[in-house]
């Protein structure tokens, strides 16, 4: 009897599953390049936590545009790292705050504005801010004050300002030398150019354009800044007491020109920011009334 052939289906079968096996293998590339364009950049590694570049990004954005060519993206992520070092600290030490406290903080910034509550979402508005992103703000800030007064300004005295930025700097300086921090962003160089350098030398003729001497202190601040506001009142009292200032409001196009032209070299970024021109010292930042006194005599 002649033997039947026998045909071995199966093998057209596993020819068949190459071209499916391709395809599967091409979606799962697809995805995992999907997936590794749509992961933000990473800045920096604080202990295991991500800074990310989009972090960096949308802090430097919310600067001044007139501020923005004194600080790099790279200032702003040095400030992202050591407020993570910070908050870690803080984190380890069971530092908490609460709602009510931060809401408190903001109705207080709110009064002192002199605007509704509806007037002042529009202004954050304006500026590409809302009311959670300045609760997020001000509980970062409260949990860092509420650090720095247990572990090192309790027992100092509060009316030596510089002394209590010292202490502060080498507090900050302790922790991030116990921290693990990988910086990935690169640092542009911090040279002066030769324009800055001349544009320094040249600081005190440059004022004089605008009638301002050279022992007068420049008081840059903001309206709508609540440090500004607390050093106001400090501000009208020293020039009554004869003590000469130029009151530098980010908003006036005037100021804006004088700063540009004659003390970028000089200028954080930041507001409050007192400049004294002959002497080139600056200091950011509130300051109590014999501190401010103290920096104006030496100008």
Not at 43 to 60: F, L, Q, R, S
Not at 86 to 98: C, G
Not at 227 to 252: N, R
């Amino acid at each position: 009897m002649a033997k039947k052939r026998i045909k071995r289906k199966y093998k057209r079968k596993s020819r068949n599953l190459l071209p499916i096996a391709a395809v599967i293998c091409i979606i799962i590339i697809i995805i995992l390049l999907i997936n590794l364009l749509s992961t933000p950049s990473v800045a920096a590694i604080v202990n295991g936590e991500k800074i990310t570049e989009k972090e960096v990004d949308d802090y430097y954005d919310r600067i001044p545009e007139q501020f923005q060519q004194f600080i790099t993206k790279y200032d702003i992520l040095e400030q992202l790292i050591n407020e993570k070092v910070l908050l870690q600290e803080a984190s380890k030490q069971n530092i908490t705050v609460t709602d009510d406290e931060i809401n408190t903080i903001i109705n207080n910034v709110i009064q002192q504005s002199g605007l509704t509550k509806k007037e002042f979402e529009q202004r954050l508005k304006e500026q590409d801010l809302t009311m959670e992103k300045m609760f997020e703000y001000y509980k970062t800030q409260l949990t860092i004050t509420k650090l720095l007064n247990k572990t090192i300004l309790s027992n100092m005295n509060s009316s030596d300002q510089y002394a209590l930025t010292q202490a502060v700097q080498l507090y900050l300086e302790q922790l991030k030398a116990n921290s693990e921090i990988k910086i990935f962003m690169t640092n542009p160089s911090t040279e002066l150019t030769t324009n800055a350098i001349a544009q320094m030398s040249a600081v005190e003729n440059c004022i004089s354009n605008y009638n301002i001497t050279k022992d007068t202190i420049i008081f840059i601040h903001s309206n709508y800044c609540p440090h500004c506001q607390k050093m106001i009142p400090i501000v009208q009292e020293l020039e009554q007491e004869g003590y000469s200032f130029y009151w530098a409001e980010t908003s006036d196009q005037e100021a804006n020109e004088m700063m540009n032209n004659c003390l970028s070299s000089l200028m954080t970024g930041y507001v409050p920011q007192f400049i004294c021109p002959a002497t080139k010292e600056e200091h950011t930042g509130e300051m109590s009334k014999e501190d401010l006194r103290e920096f104006a005599e030496s100008c």
